[in-house]
């Protein structure tokens, strides 16, 4: 963690001020430290760089959604064999981009990977990808935001990170540092890992959730999130956060269905178990209700409107699919809404 951040940081819980015990540093960074809050009593810590601000944080917490999800397709084939050689002598060409994913990731836990299959694989998914156009829609965002930001002084929080999409196109010709931030430790401590050592020194990983922040209040001039808002169960709770540590803007890349597609939004409510504050998220107009509810004014810029086709699930590990939505063909909306303080 960078110590330039150190002031500007409070309990999550109790926001009150924090007492530090640096165990570890470097000229810029805190490499371990213990934090304690000597008010409603909550540990955290910074340990290998990494900033942990989770309330109630324990070792044994069980697995995040992340983990889950990683562990996942290992412990399918384990236990189905059948599956996992039908899907190492299946045809590349017969295979939908879910599964030539499942199948990349089983060779690369062989001892030496062929690297010219993996290749092949990732062009066989690439020109074979129905969603091509979805996924072309997302990085013209990431461009967006890059282009608005390329000149910021100061440092840029992320939030709602996941694997760094976002922070990975910022690092891209700018000076500025950039915090990424999740809940989960899991994925901060996993990821990131092919960083070039130019960019880890401009990093800080900060493990938080996004309605209960560790800074202070104004102490964040640029915030951005990549479809993380629209991750978040309690999506006010986090809005509300960020315009309070906010002191200029947030970039919040998203994506929308039909205003209109009732159905969509009901199935997905009662087979993904989604709260009603992230169904009405996924609505334009209601999300940007949201955010103009918690102080910000908000515009939406760079809108694209492309076909999505329903998300590929496996043929070899039931409902296995990296995206719950859409669930039927449909178009979807891609933009970034700025709001500002």
């Not at 996924?282 to 940007?288: F, N, P, Q």
């Not at 329903?310 to 939505?325: C, M, Q, T, V, W």
């Amino acid at each position: 963690m960078h110590k330039y951040l150190q002031p500007l940081l409070i309990c999550p819980k109790c926001r009150n001020e924090l007492d530090w015990k640096i165990t570890k540093t470097t000229k810029k960074y805190f490499v371990n430290a213990d934090i304690n809050c000597p008010k409603c009593g909550q540990k955290y810590f910074v340990k290998d760089r990494i900033a942990n601000f989770l309330i109630d944080y324990k070792e044994e917490t069980p697995p995040d959604n992340w983990e889950r999800y990683e562990e996942y397709d290992s412990l399918f084939f384990e236990d189905n064999l059948d599956k996992k050689q039908a899907l190492l002598n299946a045809p590349l060409e017969s295979l939908n981009v879910v599964d030539l994913y499942l199948l990349n990731r089983l060779l690369q836990k062989v001892d030496k990977p062929d690297v010219k299959t993996q290749e092949k694989i990732t062009e066989v998914s690439r020109l074979s990808n129905p969603t091509r156009p979805v996924q072309n829609a997302g990085p013209s965002q990431l461009s967006y935001v890059w282009n608005m930001l390329r000149n910021h002084s100061g440092f840029v929080l992320d939030i709602a990170s996941g694997l760094g999409s976002l922070a990975n196109r910022l690092f891209a010709s700018t000076k500025f540092d950039i915090i990424v931030s999740d809940i989960s430790y899991f994925v901060l401590r996993d990821s990131y890992k092919n960083l070039s050592v130019a960019k880890n020194n401009r990093l800080t990983k900060m493990a938080f959730d996004a309605t209960a922040s560790p800074f202070r209040d104004g102490s964040v001039d640029m915030i951005t999130t990549y479809y993380g808002l629209q991750e978040i169960p309690s999506t006010k709770s986090a809005l509300k956060e960020c315009h309070r540590i906010c002191n200029d803007k947030f970039y919040i890349i998203a994506s929308f269905g039909p205003e209109d597609d009732d159905e969509t939004y009901k199935i997905a409510k009662e087979i993904y178990k989604l709260s009603d504050e992230l169904i009405m998220a996924g609505r334009k107009d209601s999300c940007m209700e949201f955010i103009r509810k918690v102080g910000f004014n908000v515009k939406c810029e760079n809108s694209k409107s492309v076909f999505a086709p329903k998300a590929p699930r496996s043929e070899f590990i039931p409902n296995f699919g990296f995206d719950a939505l859409p669930i039927v063909d449909t178009t979807v909306e891609f933009c970034t809404l700025i709001a500002k303080k």
